[in-house]
Structures are given as C-alpha cells and as structure tokens.
C-alpha cells in the first residue's frame, strides 16, 4: 500500500525525470548525427578538392561486368579506367572474392576512392524469394521488409553495396512483363510496399555490413507503357501521374532510399533519364532527395533513339542538367563530360553535386574506412543460404499464397488422403520457381514435387504437358493414374522467364492444351485443385471454372515446394490477396478497380460504359482471396475524429465465423462523391492484417485524415475539399459494407509542404 502511495506521489516527478532522459537521449542522438554528417561533409570537400575534371566524371561512371543486362556495350580496357580511378561503380560484378579482386584494382588509384558494387536483387539472393508481385499479394508488410533484409543480408555479404530495387512502378496493364516486379496496380499499397522494402534494404545503419543501398525504380511512370509493350512512349499527364503512379516513388524516397533510377520512357515527351523537370524540380527540389540518381541500362546513350539528342555530348549535356547523377554503361559522361565542363557548357557545380552524392554514399556504407569490408569470404560462407535465410523464405512464400476457389472444400487435404495424383512438369522445375530476374541457387530450391515426395503419401507424378511446346503428353496415363487418387494437384502456368523485362506479351492466357488437360482432369470426377503459377494476372477461364480449388502461387523461389505443401495440407492457412485484378478477357486490358466515375458510368446495361462482346467485370477483383476458414463484416461506424488532423475514424467489426485459425486483409476503399476533377470509383487508402482465431472478433480502426481524402491537381497542388465521402471497409474491392462522411472544412497544401 505504502509503497503505491509512494509510486503515486512519484510519479509526476518520475514523469518528468524521465521525459527529460529521454529529451537528452533524443537531443544527444541528433547531435551526434549532425556531427557524423559534419565530418561526412568535412570529408567529401577535402576529397573533392584533390580530384581533377577527370577524376570526378569518372564517380559518375557505371560500366556492367561478367555479363549484360541490356544490350552489350563496348567497355574498352576498363580494368585500366578503374586502376585509373575512372570508374565509380559496376554492376554485375558479385562474390566477396570477385568484388575483393575489382576493389584492389579501385585501390591502385591515385585517390583510392572506392568502387560501388550494384546488382539487381530483386526478390531474395541466393535463398530466393517469392517475386515481388507475389510477396505483395501478402498484404503483410512485415514480411515484406524481412524479404528485403534477407536479401541485403546476402548480398552484402558477397560484396554487394547496392540493389536496384525496388521496383515501385505502379502497372494495370498485364501484358507488360515487369508488373512481375512490383507491387501491383494500387499507388497506396505500392507507397507501403515501397517503403518497407527500402527498410529491409537499408536497414536504419548503412554502415551496417548486413545493409545495403536501395534504389527506387524506374522513375517515373515505367509502369504504363503504351499498349503494355516494353520500352514504349507513356503517355502521361502531371495530374494522372499524381493520383495513380507518384505515391510509391515518393514514399521510398520519404523512407531515405538512397538512389533512385530514371526510367527508359518518355514523360511529358521528355526521355526520364534527361528531364529536368522529374529528376530535379520534382525529386530532388520539391522532394528534398539527396542521393544520387542513376540512369537505367543504357538509356543516356538511348536519349539519341529518342531524337531528343543529336550525339553523346549531347545527351551527356542534357543528363547533367536535368540531374542525373550516374551514368549506366553507354559512355557518355565518360567521353564528353569532362570537355563539356572544360568548355564551360557545363557549370562545374553541377559535376560537382553530381560526385557529392555518389561520394556520400560511399561514405555512408563505410567504404573510406574500409574498401572491403562488405568483401568477406568467412561471411558470406556462414550468411549466403543459411537457415535462416531459408526459414524466411518459406515464412514469405505461405503468405503469398492466394486462394482462388475452393469449392467442396478440397483444400486443406484431408488426412484421409493418401494418393495424391501431382500433374505437370512446372511443379518439378526449380529454375521455372525461382523465376526471373533471380540470383538464386537453384541446386538448394525446393520444387513441388521435392516436397510432396517428403509428404506421407503415395505421389503419382506426371508431366502433363511439354514445358516447351504446351504438347499434351500422354493424356490416357495421365487421367489413369488421376482416376487412382484421392486428389489431383495440377500445376499450370506460364513458365518463369515468361515474365520480367523485355516480357511483353501480347496473349497472356495460359496455353489452351494445359487449359484442356485441367478439363479432363476434373471430368474424371477425382477432386482437382490446379495451383496456378505465373509473374503476372493471367487468364486462365477454362482451367479455373473446371477446377474445384485454384491456388495462385506466383513463382515462390527457393521455398516454394515447402510453402505450396504447407498450403496444401493446412498447415498454413493462405491469407494472400491479388494486389492486381485478374482479367476475363484480353479486350478488358487494361483493367484495374480504381477507374474513373464517367459521364455513362461502368455497367453492362445500354448507354453505359461497356464492351458489346464482353462483361466489364474481371475474373478476380483486387483485394480477392479466400481462407480457409470464414471472416464476416458487421457494424461498420463512422466516428467522431480528434478534432485535429484525424477528421473521421471508421470502424468495422470482423469475426472468424469459421473452424480455423486464419489472417484476414481488412480493406478501407474511400470515394470522394463530389470533387473539383474526376475521382475514381473507389481508393484503396487503408488495409489492416489480422489474425483471427475461430469464434474470435476483432474491431479494426481506421484513422481518416488528408492522406485519405484529397487528391493532386495537374499542377502538384493536394486539395482536399469539403463534401461527402463514402468510405467501404471489406475483404476485397468489390464486397464490403459502406458508411458515409461529410467533411466540413477544406484546405490547400502545396506539394513542397507535404
Ligand atoms: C533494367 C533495370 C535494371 C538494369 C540493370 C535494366 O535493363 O530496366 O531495372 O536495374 O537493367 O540491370
């Protein structure tokens, strides 16, 4: 009793003692921040006054090594140029031994200014992960950012400084093979994911040896490419990119990515990798970016395709002026830079920003102190495909898993199964599950079939169809030993260099003979479940009307055999959830749910937004998936905000009203009812993962403030007006229970103030 008593006199004194620690904790650690960031200053100039014209054109010189990831370019005698200290940076190059051996020839330089190892890391290392489409379809940002950690743990510890990721472009259009690599259609999602992939790269420490720099890409608008086809023209206005495609370059960049990467396209008819108005009045003025910024693969060398540079000197000229900082592998900084400044065509000042960003992050990451210290063979030994790094695969690829269907409740198999008929030769390929864009090994990764053969079960396997030529191969013994089991698991889907760049494809239905063989799998009466396997939305309406389940499983990576059988058998309940709608027919595309509200509304009756031929609907919504257990939604309120910036709080309760234990995505889709400019039907603008056992209810709170409701005029200006709002909380884009909101004020805020 005493001693509450005490506590309770004590406690405002304890308060305060302790406010002030942690005043000084807080204060002494942004002290010591500015000072690191005063000697990281103090550092660079004195450097810089040591380097000639040459030396500093040569920092922002990249030139690929072992092999290309573009179109082969002329490096010349490069180990020279790097002995030389020409050459800032190369990618490709990977190893602790092989970056060591580079490395030593950056030391022989005059001013032994350290070399940047860059690499694209796309979704895991050597343990390789699910791709990041299908990582987004976890909803789960946590995993996401463990994804990210585990890949910079890797790679760091094979000498690699620097990812080129990760992709944010938002995509609508399928057809377009690198929607494989981000995180889908929505830029409000794409924003979250965008920024923890930077934490998992970056980590809070860049010197930190298990940290490595992350790149934002492709800046800007990648992602629409007329017609879907790769390296074409976007055709994009200042308003449009704003609402739709901005958010995820901004969010990365607002979680201190430290590079960012211009795009091969066009942008207001000006090339990304020369526009000014992108890389310097938008990302770096109006952003506050202080990295550096990198061209893509070529691409200054490209503004000379684009007839918006008659020569290298040129593009050169218009790279540094718009803001590019680095040069990939064409040669154009390198052969005219130095002259240009010469010549004075070039301000010195603009070289000069230019070397400082590169040289600050090489400061960051430890380099000056140590040049190899990310080069450590014993490291990467005991880090590169360790347990752990495969535990983390497998924990992100269950979540990634989407069910589609599950009719009869085939899914999870029961444990009377005993013979379980596993059909085509994707499910045995673990080049095809590692995927494209992967560094990973392909002897540790787990197929399907490695997997089900540890399972207690007879496996009768066959390859279904030719992996080369779609073929149906020998159908009788197929549908025989179909006819014998207890259950039929039927992997279909593209194969996994299908997807990725330069994967344009302009038919994105899964091949009809595979299509055919899931029909008369499921004619056979033996319960099916075809497990879906692709790096894009496909269409797939055969296969998946005939089937009693459907599982997307993307392309999982190293632990994709493991995770698709943990599925499987229930042992993880899949919680996934399509972060891209899945088209019904080619003609929808693109096809996405946050379209505009138009004069003659979507529908399918006359008058209306519509095609003759076919339903506006998709095949799968976004925000769509299943569990194998049942969420319902009830008492969705509108409540009160704080009064300061949280204007309204949304409230929606969700019970587990199944028998299992399960995760559910809570989606909040907003809709602006009347506004200045054309809205779109609904925004996505909250999600909330949770896990609910069975029976269990949980309230789940969304605080609603500007971030929600506003939108960006052409001009870069967040409005937010005053009116009616409808906000929709659900499990996916089209099923959810509605409430609406009046906002009384408005307020204008200029893009710079945000
Ligand atoms: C891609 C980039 C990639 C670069 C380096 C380009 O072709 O567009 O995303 O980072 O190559 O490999």
Known sequence: MVTRYALT????????????????????????????????????????????????????????????????????????????????????????????????????????????????????????????????????????????????????????????????????????????????????????????????FQGDDLSDTLTILSCVKHFAAYGAPIAGKEYNSVDMSMGQFANFYMLPYKAGIEAGAATVMSAFNDFCSVPCTVNRQLLRDILKDDWGFDGFVVSDYNSLGEVINHRCAADGREAARKGIEAGLDM?????????????????????????????????????????????????????????????????????????????????????????????????????????????????????????????????????????????????????????????KADVAVVAIGERGEYS?????????????????????????????????????????????????????????????????????????????????????HHGQIPIYYQYKSTGRPASNGWWHSRYMDIPNEPAYPFGYGLSYTEFSYSDLQVLPGDGKDVHARVSVKVANTGSRSGEEVVQLYVRDEVAAITRPVKELKGFRKIALDPGETAEVVFDITDAQLGFWTESLEYVVEPGDFTFMAGTDSEHFLSGGFTLEESLHLKMKER
């Open 327 to 483: 040069e990939m592998s064409t040669d154009c900084y390198s052969s005219h830079l130095a002259g240009l400044v010469r010549e004075k065509e070039v301000p010195m000042k603009l070289l000069d920003d230019a070397v400082r960003r590169i040289l600050e992050q090489k400061y960051r990451l430890g380099l000056f102190e140590d040049p190899f210290r990310y080069s450590s063979e014993a490291r990467e030994k005991s880090i590169v495909s360790s347990a752990e790094s495969h535990a983390d695969a497998l924990y992100v690829s269950e979540r990634s898993v989407v069910l589609l269907k599950n009719e009869g409740n085939i899914l999870p198999l029961s444990p009377d199964v005993k013979t379980v008929a596993l059909v085509g030769g994707l499910s045995k390929s673990a080049h095809d599950m590692c995927a494209k864009w992967s560094c990973a090994d392909e002897r540790l990764a787990v197929t399907l079939y490695d997997a089900m053969m540890r399972r207690d079960v007879e496996v009768l396997y066959n390859e279904g169809y030719n992996l080369d030529t779609d073929e149906i191969l020998d159908m009788e013994k197929t549908l025989a030993d179909v006819r």
């Open 9 to 200: 006199l004590l406690r405002p004194l304890l308060m305060a003692a302790s406010a002030v620690f942690f005043m000084t904790v807080f204060q002494s650690c942004a002290s010591s921040q500015d000072d690191e960031e005063r000697r990281m200053d103090r550092f660079v100039s004195s450097l810089m006054k040591k380097m000639t014209i040459e030396e500093k054109v040569g920092q922002l010189v990249q030139i690929p090594a072992n092999f290309t990831t573009g179109p082969e370019v002329e490096t010349g005698d490069y180990k020279k140029a790097i002995a030389e200290g020409y050459v800032g940076s190369m990618l490709n190059v990977e190893g602790a031994a092989e970056t060591r051996k580079y490395q030593e020839l950056a030391m022989q330089s005059r001013l032994k200014i350290p070399l940047l190892f860059g690499k694209d890391v796309i979704h895991g290392y050597r343990t390789g992960f699910p791709v990041p489409i299908g990582e987004a379809a976890s909803f789960d940002l946590e995993a996401i950012e463990r994804s990210a950690r585990c890949a910079a743990r890797e790679a760091a510890a094979s000498g690699i400084h620097w990812t080129f990721a990760p992709m944010v472009d938002v995509g609508w259009d399928s057809r377009w093979g690198r929607v494989m690599e981000g995180a889908g259609e929505d830029p409000y999602y794409g924003a979250a994911v965008a920024r923890a992939r930077v934490r998992g």
């Open 500 to 584: 990725g760049e330069m994967r344009s494809r302009g038919d994105i239905e899964i091949a009809r003979e595979q299509q055919e063989l899931v029909q008369a799998i499921a004619a056979t009466g033996t319960p099916t479940v075809v497990l879906l396997m692709c790096g894009r939305p496909v269409i797939f309406n055969e296969a998946r009307q005939a089937a009693g389940s459907v599982l997307c499983t993307w392309w999982l990576g190293s632990e994709a055999g493991n995770a698709i059988c943990n599925v499987l058998w229930g042992d993880y309940n899949p919680s996934g959830k399509l972060p891209a709608t899945f088209p019904l």
